[in-house]
């Protein structure tokens, strides 16, 4: 059998009797990290076959205990802190094991995810989480613009290196709404700050060494966007802003930022527009 397994997120109070059982009756315990989860294992005077299963490794880690699993030995999956297979290499082998017939057990716990949306203020009946952002600056866009859009919270994932970075692009693509930004959640330093994106990079911008995982909770919009905007309304948008003399790019930006329509689209229209006059 798999136990899928929450551990603490911080504060090793935070198992559950329950997961001690579980790790206790464990064959072997498949965790990211094999330092972290012995850190919990020894807090609480357990003794485990500890396993690596790392993004790494997955693949090869995955068959090994799919084999163990058919044997009748009992897996237990951990991840270094949360509900493993939430932004995790854990996914895989609970998608292997299903595929195998083979039965997968929830052991609910802390969850960094559910911790920050609950201390947010923002709306909780409709919620997104998109664990961290792709890289790439194209893909970013494009979410920022779905959540500039969206009416749901969202709730994302972030490295302390980035988080200056990541609060400025939100502050460029998302205006008036405010974020919550958790760090350390049940850690001896934890910080939560509740602000507009201008004010919370300003304060992180005066911290040496920023340290810690983020979370990082948004707020939805109060109304959602126009469903349809055709090309002849953005017609009307580029000769009223052509009016004003902007150039073609910044109109395209403008145009973009208010109706979530890619910059190339609109800047070939303005073009197009241009050629056709002449």
């Keep these: 059998m798999l136990y899928v397994c929450a551990t603490p997120i911080g504060n090793?109070?935070?198992?559950?009797?329950?997961?001690?059982?579980?790790?206790?009756?464990?064959?072997?315990?498949?965790?990211?990290?094999?330092?972290?989860?012995?850190?919990?294992m020894t807090c609480y005077g357990i003794s485990n076959n500890l396993f690596s299963y790392r993004e790494d490794n997955k693949e090869k880690a995955s068959k090994y205990l799919i084999e163990e699993l058919k044997k009748g030995k009992n897996v237990v999956l951990v991840s270094d802190a949360g509900v493993p297979a939430i932004s995790d290499p854990g996914a895989q082998l609970v998608n292997e094991a299903l595929n195998n017939n083979i039965e997968v057990i929830p052991i609910p716990g802390a969850s960094a995810v559910m911790s920050a949306l609950s201390v947010s203020g923002f709306n909780a009946d409709s919620f997104l989480f998109l664990g961290f952002?792709?890289?790439?600056?194209?893909?970013?866009?494009?979410?920022?613009?779905?959540?500039?859009?969206?009416?749901?919270?969202?709730?994302?994932?972030?490295?302390?290196?980035r988080i200056i970075d990541t609060l400025s692009e939100i502050k460029?693509?998302?205006?008036?709404?405010?974020i919550c930004v958790c760090r350390e959640i049940t850690k001896k330093f934890e910080e939560i700050k509740r602000?507009?994106?201008?004010?919370?990079?300003?304060?992180?911008s005066l911290i040496k060494e920023i340290k810690g995982e983020f979370s990082i909770v948004i707020e939805g919009r109060n109304e959602p966007l126009e469903d349809e905007i055709d090309d002849d309304k953005i017609k009307d948008m580029i000769e009223e802003l052509t009016k004003q003399d902007i150039p073609p790019k910044?109109?395209?930006?403008?145009?973009?930022?208010?109706?979530?329509?890619s910059k190339k689209y609109i800047y070939?229209?303005?073009?197009?527009?241009?050629?056709?006059k002449e």
């Design 250 to 261: 910044e109109i395209a930006k403008q145009i973009s930022y208010k109706t979530n329509i």
């Design 172 to 178: 460029n693509y998302i205006k008036e709404r405010k």
């Design 133 to 161: 952002l792709p890289r790439k600056n194209t893909k970013r866009e494009k979410i920022y613009k779905e959540i500039e859009a969206s009416t749901r919270t969202i709730v994302l994932f972030e490295a302390p290196h």
């Design 268 to 276: 070939d229209m303005i073009i197009k527009g241009k050629n056709e």
């Design 12 to 40: 090793l109070q935070d198992v559950t009797e329950r997961a001690l059982e579980t790790f206790k009756k464990a064959d072997i315990m498949a965790c990211e990290t094999i330092n972290q989860t012995k850190k919990l």
């Design 195 to 204: 602000d507009y994106p201008e004010k919370l990079i300003e304060y992180f």
